[in-house]
Nanobody
Framework: QVQLVESGGGLVQPGGSLRLSCAASGSIFSISAMGWYRRAPGKERELVAAATSSGNTNYADSVKGRFTISRDNAKNTVYLQMNSLKPEDTAVYYC??????????????WGQGTQVTVSS
């Protein structure tokens, strides 16, 4: 069994910053890709940013230059530094990881979600 636990969401004013964290735990052999998705009210879930274990990254066009994804592979943790936040960044943010389990099949895991609200 594996688990993703997120933290760091909250309420912030436009132009502000937040840092999300997501730690994976359980029977983990390795983690290939880790990333962040979000779902805004009335919209479909979308990829925000992703990072491979080798350091390659991918960002949604809407967050390029404002958000930075990083990983600590030793801690099985992924971070999302969000700067210059806009009201349209308001959403529930979900951590995602493709985990190779120890002695088991790979699993695509999701966190429980953390609310980010950008409002004055």
């Amino acid at each position: 069994q594996v688990q993703l636990v997120e933290s760091g969401g909250g309420l912030v004013q436009p132009g502000g910053s937040l840092r999300l964290s997501c730690a994976a735990s359980g029977s983990i052999f390795s983690i290939s890709a880790m990333g962040w998705y979000r779902r805004a009210p009335g919209k479909e879930r979308e990829l925000v940013a992703a990072a491979t274990s080798s350091g390659n990254t991918n960002y949604a066009d809407s967050v390029k230059g404002r958000f930075t994804i990083s990983r600590d592979n030793a801690k099985n943790t992924v971070y999302l530094q969000m700067n210059s936040l806009k009201p349209e960044d308001t959403a529930v943010y979900y951590c995602n990881a493709y985990i190779i389990r120890t002695g088991g099949w790979p699993v695509n895991s999701w966190g429980q979600g953390t609310q980010v609200t950008v409002s004055s």
